[in-house]
C-alpha cells in the first residue's frame, strides 16, 4: 500500500485515453456545435483540443 507522503507505483500505466480515442471524441463532439451557449462552448473546447493532437500521417 502507498504511504500518504506520496510513493507512486514504479510500473508503467496505460494513458487515461488513447491518441485514437481523443480524435474520435474530437469527431463525436463536432456535432455538438451549433449557435446554442453549449454548442459554442463544445466548438471551442473541440477546437483547442484538436489542436494539440498530432497531426495525422
Known sequence: MDSL???YPTTPRLPLITLTE???????LQHFADDSPEGRDADAWVAEVALRLPAED
Do not use: D, F, P, W
Open 5 to 7: 507522503n506520496g510513493s
Open 22 to 28: 481523443a480524435r474520435e471524441a474530437v469527431r463525436l
